[in-house]
């Protein structure tokens, strides 16, 4: 099971981190993603971290404001977003699979609201 939170109000230009704690499975062996979807929109990639912590991936719009990693030993990933904008306002969920980050998830948490204001 996934459980994604952090989510919030913040003003633009602020920032937030939003955590995926992961329980049962080996969470160790899983690549981790956070998806998200904003109003009317169709859900869409944020970023991932492959299972060692040693790689990672961004949408180009996110690049350089949001930073992914995970600690193991908590089982949980983070997402740190720096710099948010109003576009970020979306429902924030991360996901998981097995092997490669760049696999389909095979597991997915409940989403976290992120609101941003102008």
């Known amino acids: 099971q996934l459980q994604a939170s952090g989510g919030g109000l913040v003003q633009a230009g602020g920032s937030l981190r939003l955590s995926c704690a992961a329980s049962?499975?080996?969470?160790?062996?899983?690549?981790v993603d956070w998806f998200r979807q904003a109003p009317g929109k169709e859900r869409e990639f944020v970023a991932a971290i492959n299972w060692r912590g040693g790689s990672t991936t961004y949408q180009d719009s996110v690049k350089g404001r949001f930073t992914i990693s995970r600690d193991n030993t908590k089982n949980t990933v983070y997402l740190q977003m720096n710099s948010l904008k109003p576009e970020d306002t979306a429902v924030y969920y991360c996901a998981a699979q097995r092997g490669s980050m760049f696999s389909r998830p095979e597991h997915w948490g409940q989403g976290t609201l992120v609101t941003v204001s102008s």
């Open positions: 049962g499975g080996t969470f160790s062996s899983y690549s």
